[in-house]
């Protein structure tokens, strides 16, 4: 291919992609970014190409453009991104599209469904840049003891007026455009600073939960970050779990199965969330290496209708089969509490136990006894 018309034809791609709303950037195999579209721009608040840049693409992307007259070729991969004085993960599609025989273009676009997603990247990326993401704790009790068993940390993003984004406002958003991966390394900072003070929190014998989605669990870097985490922060076995949200993207449960395995042998626990949610839970039971099944909500908020507690008690069976943990979520009245205990399920977690409450909250909880 002639030079001229390669450099024909990149022109015409970045002028066609720069007002798309999708965010798109050109990579160099340096590290450097040599182009971003407006949509790219936004959500980083770009004012010179150097403050962006990408820490980590596999070798393996990196030297396959495939051939000049093939069909480019493309990869869905999580990649790092460094930020100014900020490092975070993101979903992308990078297609390689082959301009010489032996060189050509990196084309990273950032997975993105909607406008409105698009501001929630920027948002998020905003609250990891200025220290406004925060966790707040939920304990799980034995519901016959009142004994605490667990913790689960839920994302709150400060709003930076003094409050927080609304959940219904924020979460949803966050689930919808799988923006989980965004938030893994801040969260896990947060997470640290919870160990670090989990005896004067009276929480030193519990296992505390992160949500992370299907899709993260899926690629083997983010493994590597859970399973570094544990090592470096001498975290004993079962201490730490990770929720594992949005299953309808467990579309390889081999894969998927594979990874889990290889976390449980660092000693995190697993954790399947809002079980019944999706028609493939069973499947999720029979083929993936968990310990806990979560029951979604739902099932809680309906429990007095008689086709939902045989359900309940369907699936506090199975797990008594199999051996597994059964927590049930959303648990609001004494009657749901005296319920779930009825139908087999003895550890739950909901706001008539506790509401949830960041670390400073648990220190005052802990100290009134």
Request: charged share 30%.
């Amino acid at each position: 291919m002639e030079v001229t018309q390669s450099k024909t034809e990149l022109s015409y791609l970045t002028r066609s992609l720069l007002h798309h709303p999708s965010p798109y950037i050109i990579y160099e195999l340096d590290g450097s970014i040599a182009w971003a579209n407006m949509a790219a721009r936004y959500i980083f608040e770009l004012k010179d190409l150097k403050e962006l840049s990408i820490s980590k693409i596999d070798d393996d992307i990196k030297n396959n453009f495939g051939d000049i007259n093939s069909i480019a070729l493309y990869y869905d991969t999580p990649i790092e991104i460094s930020l100014r004085d900020i490092s975070f993960f993101m979903r992308t599609r990078i297609h390689m599209i082959p301009v010489t025989d032996e060189d050509g273009i990196m084309l990273i676009e950032l997975l993105c469904q909607s406008r409105n997603g698009l501001d929630a990247l920027k948002e998020t990326i905003e609250c990891i840049e200025n220290d406004r993401v925060e966790l707040a704790y939920q304990k799980q009790y034995d519901l016959i003891s009142g004994k605490v068993t667990g913790v689960e940390a839920l994302l709150r993003l400060q709003d930076g007026k003094g409050g927080h984004f609304s959940n219904d406002e924020v979460i949803p958003l966050i689930e919808g455009e799988k923006l989980f991966s965004l938030i893994v390394l801040e969260s896990l900072n947060q997470i640290k600073k919870f160990f670090e003070r989990r005896d004067e929190l009276g929480l030193a014998n519990t296992t505390v939960y992160l949500n992370v989605s299907a899709h993260t669990i899926m690629h083997q870097e983010f493994c590597k970050i859970f399973s570094n985490f544990v090592e470096e922060n001498n975290i004993k076995e079962n201490e730490f779990g990770l929720e594992i949200t949005e299953t309808a993207e467990l579309e390889d449960t081999k894969k998927a199965g594979e990874s889990l395995a290889r976390l449980k042998k660092r000693g995190i626990k697993i954790a399947l969330d809002d079980f019944g949610a999706g028609y493939a839970s069973l499947k999720y039971i029979r083929d993936l290496p968990i310990d806990v099944v979560k029951l979604d909500r739902h099932f809680t908020s309906n429990i007095s209708d008689p086709s939902t507690s045989r359900l309940i008690k369907f699936v506090s069976d199975v797990c008594s089969e199999l051996n597994l943990e059964m927590i049930g979520e959303g648990i609001e009245t004494e009657e749901e509490k005296k319920k779930m205990i009825e139908l087999g399920c003895s550890v739950g977690q909901g706001f008539l136990m506790h509401m949830p409450s960041f670390i400073e909250e648990l220190k005052k909880d802990n100290k009134n006894g």
